[in-house]
């Protein structure tokens, strides 16, 4: 699936999702220190290009369950704030994902690595910032209640039940892979790749106040966050440098690595297809799209 294939409602919201990160960057660094100024070129750097998609799942599954329509939107609404949070959070593991002592990765969409361009002191720091960034713009959502809801389940997808203990796993392994096996492998990526892409959708349910679908929605963002993972690998395969923005060939602990590619293109259409189907049961077709687009892209 190309960018020939994306539909105006997906611009439209990557687009007030930009807008949106942009504003608040431009309100919060305001300085006249020049140092500070070079790191926030190298926060605006981190934060650019991409996909936006756990966003833009928060913000689709926000209007679903609202039954409001993208144009009743304002920039000022605190769904904004979560969709903003979400893409600073998002920003930060991949910035320290790239670093040297973790995946040693000289290319991301495209582009120099954050640490690649702005040495490797800034890109650690710059990670610090985003990091707790992403709870001070959520501190700031209007509703108390939902707004120490959705902080709870963002902060544990990215932390030691998240994102944390699902790099540590893959460092692990990384050195050790023949301690992997499929299940371990599963329960690493539900941490590390699944967990945030979950708290995305949930943060969306929980903005709106909708809290009907809360086990369907738990099977559904598994699965979509695996689907989402085993791509990856398969793009790591098949993909190159250019299509995918960043290196491939590398992976020797994946899904492909473990059960084959054929099979792992078995996997994946097995989940696209559970999710597709979800995305029917709540009859939007805009959350249909996004699983079918996980499924097939090409970075």
Known sequence: MNKTNLPGWYYEYKDQIEVSIA????????????????????????????????????????????????????????????????????AYSLVHDDLPCMDNDELRRGQPTVWKKFWEYKAVLAGDLLNSLCFEILSEVWDTKKSQQVTARISRAVGFHGMLWGQVEDIYYENTPEDLDIKKLISLHDKKTGALIGAAIQAGAIMSGNHEYTQKLEDFWKKLGLAFQIKDDILDVEGSVE???????????????????????????????D?????????????????????????
């Open 275 to 299: 999710c597709s189907n979800v995305a029917e049961e709540l009859q939007s077709e805009k959350l249909w799209f996004l699983v079918k687009y996980i499924g097939e892209r090409g970075k």
């Open 23 to 90: 504003n608040y960057l431009d309100s919060y660094f305001i300085t006249s220190s020049e140092p500070l100024q070079q790191f926030k070129e190298a926060i605006v750097y981190a934060l650019q290009w991409g996909k936006k998609v756990r966003a833009i799942l928060a913000l689709e599954m926000y209007l679903l369950l609202t039954k409001q329509s993208f144009s009743e939107l304002n920039l000022d609404e605190d769904i904004f704030k979560v969709c903003v949070a979400l893409e600073i959070v998002h």
């Open 243 to 273: 299509e995918t923005g960043k290196s491939v060939g590398g992976e020797t602990k994946g899904f492909v690595h473990l059960i084959g590619l054929k099979a792992s293109k078995e996997k994946l259409q097995e989940l696209i297809t």
